[in-house]
């Protein structure tokens, strides 16, 4: 499988202390996306980073990419109780536009 | 507002029945996608359409079938051939050319 994995599984943090999940993947890309899920519900896109790129931020999120790790980290800073939810990479294919999602980290922002 | 609209949220299937998950979109999107999520997993490529009245198998299509009449539809059908129906189906959009998703809410299927 050329899926991503997430990096831990589960995190518990307390509110305002910062949040950090890993991606690695296998294969080369042309890019990485960062997805957002809340219990049962759709994913919500985050931020895209090239592979051009190093370093990419939105707010409170900051996402690297190191490709000659292959691997990618996803930082959020001062984390809320609303940040609760799993968070997922996903990676390119070589065919279309089409993505590999990594297995995901679950995050609970402990108020 | 712009959006996919997934129905129904929630069905109930008995064995060796088939069912249809439907997915609608008004976003204008060229390409519809179908994931299917286990619990603690990530999505599952089912089947993928990059335009009207084309579509291509995914990673576990076996079980499975869609069809793309229009631009707005991509509904997805569990036949009696899938042997693990049970799961979290997602249904997603994209303009075709590299960017993000946007998902559905999700279809919750369970299999008495």
């Known amino acids: 499988s050329q899926q991503g994995e997430e990096d831990p599984q589960a995190l518990s943090i307390q509110e305002g202390e910062n949040a950090t999940m890993n991606c690695s993947y296998k294969t080369s890309i042309n890019n990485l996306q960062w997805y957002r899920q809340n219990s049962g519900r759709g994913l919500v896109h985050l931020i895209l980073?090239?592979?051009?790129?190093r370093e990419k931020h939105s707010g409170r999120l900051r996402v690297t990419l190191d490709t000659s790790k292959k691997s990618s980290s996803l930082l959020i800073t001062a984390s809320r109780a609303a940040d609760t939810a799993s968070y997922f990479c996903?990676?390119?294919?070589?065919?279309?536009?089409?993505?590999?999602f990594g297995t995901g980290t679950s995050l609970t922002v402990i108020p | 507002d712009g959006g996919i609209t997934q129905s129904p949220k929630y069905l109930f299937r008995k064995e060796g029945q088939n069912v249809t998950l439907s997915c609608e979109q008004n976003l204008n999107h060229d390409a519809m996608y179908w994931y299917r999520q286990d619990p603690g997993q990530g999505l599952r490529l089912i089947y993928y359409?990059?335009?009207?009245?084309?579509?291509q198998k995914g990673d576990i299509a076996e079980g499975y079938s869609v069809s793309r009449e229009k631009k707005e539809s991509f509904p997805l059908t569990v036949t009696s051939a899938q042997k693990n129906p049970t799961a979290f189906y997602l249904c997603a959009s994209d303009t075709g050319e590299v960017g993000e998703l946007f998902f559905g809410e999700g279809s919750r299927l369970t299999v008495l």
């Open positions: 980073i090239r592979s051009n790129e």
């Open positions: 359409s990059q335009i009207v009245n084309d579509f």
């Open positions: 996903a990676t390119d294919r070589t065919t279309g536009n089409q993505f590999y």
